[in-house]
C-alpha cells in the first residue's frame, strides 16, 4: 500500500521559511524521483521541486529558485523541502510527488499560507 504523507506546513508571514516534510512507504523509495508540486486557490497544480536518486539531480521551478532547496533521505525514504523568502504567491496545498516511468503517486497536501 503505497502511502505519501505531507507535514509541515503552516501559516507563515512573509519572508518567513517553513520546512515541508514527506514520508514514504509501499514503494521501493530509491527507484522514483521524488518531487514536490503545489496548487493555488483557483489554479492548476504546478511543480515546484524535484530529486532524483541515483544521480541526486535537483531541479526548480523559476518561481522558487534561490529560495528552496529539495532533500531526499533514502535511508529514511523522506524527502523534505525547505521553503525561504517566502512570499503571499507561495500561498498553496503543497503535494509530495513519487514518480517513475508510468507510475505516479501523490500525497494528500498540507496548506501553506504566507500572510501578515
Known amino acids: 500500500h503505497v502511502q505519501l504523507v505531507e507535514s509541515g506546513g503552516g501559516l507563515v508571514q512573509p519572508g518567513g521559511s517553513l520546512r515541508l516534510s514527506c514520508a514514504a512507504s509501499g514503494f521501493t523509495f530509491t527507484s522514483y524521483t521524488m518531487a514536490w508540486y503545489r496548487q493555488a486557490p483557483g489554479k492548476e497544480r504546478e511543480f515546484v521541486a524535484s530529486?532524483?536518486?541515483?544521480?541526486?539531480?535537483?531541479r526548480f521551478a523559476d518561481a522558487v529558485k534561490g529560495r528552496f532547496t529539495i532533500s531526499r533521505d533514502n535511508a529514511k525514504k523522506m524527502v523534505h523541502l525547505q521553503m525561504n523568502s517566502l512570499k503571499p504567491e507561495d500561498t498553496a496545498v503543497y503535494y509530495c510527488n513519487a514518480y517513475q516511468t508510468g507510475e505516479r503517486y501523490w500525497g494528500q497536501g498540507t496548506q501553506v499560507t504566507v500572510s501578515s
Open positions: 530529486h532524483t536518486s541515483f544521480s541526486g539531480a535537483t
